[in-house]
């Protein structure tokens, strides 16, 4: 095995691109924006000043989310695995420079949706659309998050 060079990352990513896994195909056949309105229905709180951290967006929250029900993972796992994974880090909508939310940042969403009772909303709206594409049943999704 050579040195690597330059573009070896580059061709790497572009060859299991072409290869359309699984988190890829269903990144792009679920329209996450859609679910910002019921996002912010649970997410939006009142800042009473700039200071502190800026607010993670919903949407790189409720990827995550995913992620946890399909693969089974605890909070602490959901961080390491996004944090490990490539796979996961890019399903989420993040890069390599980018900050990965924390587990307690994920179980914090996780509760704020459950409060503002929207959370079995927005999985069922994630099953239809897994539905009407005629994707694989994602019953253990919602399920999980009843």
């Known amino acids: 095995m050579g040195q690597r060079?330059?573009?070896?990352?580059?061709?790497?990513?572009?060859?299991?691109?072409?290869?359309?896994?699984?988190?890829?195909a269903l990144s792009e056949a679920i329209p996450w924006e859609s679910f910002r309105p019921l996002?912010?229905?649970g997410y939006c709180s009142e800042r009473k000043n700039n200071a502190g951290r800026?607010?993670?967006?919903?949407?790189?929250?409720?990827?995550?989310?995913?992620?946890?029900?399909?693969?089974?993972?605890s909070d602490e796992a959901l961080e390491f695995q996004v944090n490990?994974?490539?796979?996961?880090?890019?399903?989420?909508?993040?890069?390599?420079?980018?900050?990965?939310?924390?587990?307690?940042?994920?179980?914090?969403?996780?509760?704020?949706?459950?409060?503002?009772g929207v959370i079995e909303e927005l999985f069922v709206c994630f099953e239809?659309?897994?539905?009407?594409?005629?994707r694989v049943d994602s019953m253990c999704v919602t399920s999980a998050l009843a």
């Open 5 to 24: 060079d330059f573009w070896d990352e580059e061709h790497r990513i572009h060859k299991l691109h072409q290869k359309k896994p699984t988190l890829t």
């Open 39 to 41: 996002l912010e229905q």
């Open 54 to 73: 800026k607010r993670i967006d919903p949407i790189i929250l409720i990827r995550m989310l995913v992620l946890q029900q399909l693969f089974n993972l």
């Open 84 to 116: 490990d994974r490539r796979s996961f880090e890019k399903f989420v909508g993040l890069d390599v420079m980018d900050a990965i939310p924390d587990a307690t940042t994920v179980a914090f969403f996780r509760e704020r949706l459950r409060n503002a």
């Open 128 to 134: 239809q659309h897994l539905r009407a594409q005629g």
